[in-house]
């Protein structure tokens, strides 16, 4: 078999550009390089006078994050498909042939920035990118939650109980160290509810209860663009409405902040109010009467504005297929901190191309 030269390599790399690579346009759009002052703070790398191998580049090491985030894909795995894909090797600035980061080093590296607090300050950076290049926070905000599966946990009822009073596993496993590295005592089960089809002489049913074990993502969107401007990773139990103070933001050029009827009570209004928020959250259906029509109209209104937060969460879900892999909820949150900043990308990539084609 005929080894293909370099001329082959750089040939077959200008058909991958010609079929329309989506790593180079997101290379040529995102400006990778406003990170690395934050990864250079936060990794603290020494001189190299200790001797051994340098370590990669911290701006090559953050894209390997992102592509992991939009494919959620194993460090193992991450490993084989920086060697395997001629795509991903150009888009970290890998060349053929040399070293290529392994899976520990991979982890290693989410660990290090995870530990330092850095995940949150490379997703405010690239928050101020956006405002620098005219994306701003308008429009008012959208506010929701989602559930993030994790692996689930079989526990006895014992253990459930020492979980539920905040112990953590080395505490209700302290013989089997090998077992409480493997057990998760941050994530939670939880109830989800989808709606039940109608019956066939069309009478409305009781919705569905789906057990779900897991962490919540609860985020804030700007209206005008739909980027993510603030997220809150907490266990899957946390009921929606007490996160509405975490991820309102005092930045967007309206006032305006939609939510659904989770987030409903007196005790937000009160905070919205006095934080100069409008209130566009939907009403809840008087217990035991039917709801008003002037009311079920204007939630259908607010409704059509709300619904475009259910495209993000839809986007990491099916595009990204957002599952938790890691135990523990810092691992969680950095997990998700990634999804929402690899989406923020995604969405940065789609207004720039719209504006171009435009």
């Known amino acids: 078999m005929r080894q293909a030269g370099l001329f082959g390599l750089s040939d077959h790399l200008k058909?991958?550009?010609?079929?329309?690579?989506?790593?180079?346009e997101l290379a040529r759009i995102?400006?990778?390089?406003?990170?690395?002052?934050?990864?250079?703070?936060?990794?603290a790398y020494g001189d190299g006078a200790k001797g051994g191998r340098p370590p990669y580049d911290p701006v090559a090491m953050l894209k390997v994050l992102i592509l992991a985030a939009q494919n959620n894909v194993s460090d193992a795995r991450m490993e084989y498909l920086i060697r395997d894909r001629l795509s991903w090797m150009r888009f970290l600035g890998f060349d053929l042939g040399a070293a290529t980061p392994d899976a520990n080093t991979i982890r290693l590296f989410r660990e290090k920035l995870t530990e330092a607090g850095a995940l949150e300050t490379l997703f405010a950076a690239f928050d101020g990118e956006l405002k620098e290049r005219g994306y701003l926070a308008m429009g008012g905000q959208i506010v929701d939650a989602t559930l993030v599966a994790a692996p689930k946990q079989r526990n006895n009822q014992a253990e459930k109980e020492a979980i539920k009073a905040g112990k953590n596993a080395g505490e209700i496993w302290p013989d089997e160290p090998a077992k409480a590295a493997q057990k998760d005592t941050d994530a939670r089960w939880t109830l989800k509810f989808a709606k039940a089809r109608p019956t066939p002489d069309g009478k409305p049913q009781a919705d569905i209860a789906i057990p779900s074990f897991g962490y919540k993502s609860s985020i804030s969107i700007c209206r005008r663009f739909g980027f993510i401007r603030k997220g809150k990773v907490t266990d899957g139990a946390r009921f929606d409405g007490r996160m509405l103070r975490d991820v309102v933001t005092n930045d967007n050029t309206a006032s305006d902040v939609w939510a659904d009827t989770a987030y409903r009570s007196q005790a937000n209004e009160r905070w919205l109010r006095r934080n100069g928020k409008v209130s566009r959250i939907h009403r809840k259906k008087p217990r035991g009467k039917p709801m008003p029509e002037r009311t079920a109209k204007a939630n259908a209104a607010k409704s059509k504005v709300r619904a475009r937060v259910e495209h993000v969460f839809a986007h990491q879900k099916d595009k990204m297929r957002l599952f938790i892999r890691t135990i523990g909820i810092k691992r969680a949150e950095a997990k998700v901190t990634l999804a929402n900043l690899a989406y923020n990308m995604h969405r940065l990539v789609f207004h720039e191309r719209r504006a171009t084609m435009g």
């Open 30 to 43: 995102v400006d990778f390089e406003v990170f690395r002052p934050a990864l250079v703070e936060a990794l």
């Open 15 to 24: 058909r991958l550009s010609a079929f329309g690579d989506p790593l180079e």
